[in-house]
Each structure stands twice: as C-alpha cells, then as structure tokens.
C-alpha cells in the first residue's frame, strides 16, 4: 500500500500522505518542527526587543518606574484574562477537529476571533488613552509627574513598539483565523488531517506567551512605586 | 524502541478537563500577579512577577502547545529556542549589571 502511495495522481484531498513522508506521523511530526522552527525566529524578534527593555530599564529605573504608573493595571489584568480566554478555546479549537466535530470547531475558532477582537479592542481604548495624555513619545511628549521625562519616552517608545508588534501579531493571527473558519466550515478539516489547525494553535498560544510577558514587565514590576522616593 | 516511539506518536488527545483546569490556574496567577504587584517587596517584585510569569508561560507551552505530549526532539527544539534566549538576556544584562562596579568608563 506505502508504494501505491507515490504513484498515485496528483489529488485535491491534502489529507493524502505526501510521498516524501513514511506514515502520517512522520507527516504530522514534521509540520510541527517547521512550525517550532518559525517560532523560534519570532522568539528572537520578540527577544531583542525584551533585551532593549532590560537594558534601557537598567540604565534609567527611575524614568521607567514613573512611566509604568501610567498604565492601567485593571485593563491590563482584564485583557490578560481575555488574551487567555482566547487560547482557552484556541486549545479547544484544536481539540475539536482532533476529534472530527466541525460545529464546534467553526464555533471555537469564531470564539477565539470574538476574543482577540476584545483583547485588541481594550488595547486601542489604551493607545487613545495614551495619545490623549500626549504620551506619545516625540516633540509634544508629556508625561505628568514623571521623573526624568527625558528618559520616559524610551519606556513609552518600548511600550508602543512591544505592545504594538504584539498587536500587529494578534491582526495577522486574526485574518488567518477568518480564513480557517471558512474552511473548517467548508469541512476542509479532518481528524486525518487539520494541521493548519494545529499550527495556527501554536501561533495563537505563542502570541499569548508574549503578553505573558509584556504585562508584567510594562504594567507591574514598577508599580509598587519602588525607586520614586 | 519501536513501540514506545508509536505510542507516542499517536494523536493524542488531550481530556477537556485539562484545558479547563489550565486555564483556571493561568487566570488565578494573572489576578495573583496583578495584586502582589501593589505590595512594595522592594527587589523581590521583580523576581516574583516574573517566576509568575515564566510558570504561566510553561503552562500554555507544556498543555495548551502540546509539547508535553510531543516527540523528544520537538521537545528538544522548543528548549534550544529559550535557551538561546536565555544567552541572549542573561549575558548582556551580566555585562549592563557589573560595568559600573568597576568604574569602567560609558557605565
């Protein structure tokens, strides 16, 4: 039967063995290690940008630890919750096409889509938030009550650039998923074969490591007030 | 040899109920965190923002991704990728932290 499979003709069905694999695990391993091997890329473009915050964090506490005041730990607890939420029916997702019932699985995908739309939606009442207090790092930057305002548009220009390369991650993320809602309703997905699924699992739960992160480093570890007096 | 690697191979699927209780944990520490961050710990806030963070972090990687249940080498893989992440962090901060101990010029 495995020889029948390289001489059979090209078909539409991309649950078929690939010929170049021995067995669908093989298959199924493979896609796995590509897609940890693309998060591993992304795991550096994140890291740098944590490095930078350590660094410049080490040189100028006192910058960072009055600019952090100034978000908002409840929106960030809250949106961590959803963010969460969100890969709460991610998993679910996955676990639903692993064993074949396509409702649930356009329903959990559609859930997750909602969720994102939630996280992304508090995080733009924030950015407006930010503009209206004129923290925006540049010529008419303001930053009540911080101390050394110079060096607070560097914890503001970190905040912006983390927060928004997570945001931009969450967008992408979220026109995949409207594509993997179409097929899963199109019933491209099989428990034989839904990698995409999967994958876009991995993706998911990756984005969500990354705000794991970024809320306690951009909201929390300042805001005892430590380093202001 | 061969046994165990099928086994392990096979697609394994998860019970809901792990899912569940993943996601109570990872909520808890979230509002756990949010909370012990308005207590002055002095230095320590730091270090314990961030043990939560990295537990949450090794939830989701470990049950949400799966990789708990994974081949030895993606394992391997993932651990290869915040390993060197590790480096990168953890030697230049060295380098940030020590400079002004000795008086070296450029801190």
Known sequence: MDTNVADAPEIANPSALQHHFENPEQQRDASTIGM?????????????????????????PLAFASASLKTDLW?????????IGSSLTMALAVHFAA?????????????TLILGGVFLGVKAYEYHDKWEHHEIPGP????????????????FSLYFGMTGLHASH???????????????????????WYT?????????????????????????????????? | MASAHEAQNEHHIVPK???????????????????????????????????????????VILFFMHVKYSTRLTKFIVMCGFFWLSLLLFITMADLWTRSWMGVPGR
């Not at chain 2, 569940?20 to 320590?44: E, H, K, M, N």
Request: some cysteine; overall charge positive; hydrophobic content about 60%.
């Open chain 1, 36 to 60: 940890w091997s693309f998060l591993l890329t992304e795991i550096m473009f994140f890291g740098g940008l944590f490095l930078a915050y350590f660094a410049y964090r080490q040189a100028y």
């Open chain 1, 75 to 83: 929106l960030g607890a809250a949106n961590t919750t959803v963010l």
């Open chain 1, 99 to 111: 064993i074949g019932k396509r409702q649930l699985l356009v329903l959990f995908l559609t859930l």
């Open chain 1, 140 to 155: 008419h930057f303001e930053c009540d009550g911080c101390v050394d305002a110079q060096h607070t548009q560097l914890f």
């Open chain 1, 170 to 192: 969450m967008i992408i993320g979220a026109g995949i998923l409207l594509v993997l809602i179409w097929q899963a309703y199109k019933g491209r997905f099989t428990p034989d």
């Open chain 1, 196 to 229: 995409p699924i999967e994958n876009f699992g991995l993706y998911w739960h990756f984005v969500d490591i990354v705000w794991i992160f970024l809320f306690p480093l951009l909201y929390l570890i300042d805001r005892s007030g430590r380093g202001l007096t």
């Open chain 2, 17 to 59: 109920r792990v899912y569940f209780l993943i996601f109570a944990a990872l909520i808890v520490l979230t509002w756990v965190t949010a909370l012990v961050s308005r207590i002055d710990l002095g230095r320590w806030n730091i270090f314990v923002a961030l043990a939560i963070a990295i537990t949450k972090a090794s939830l």
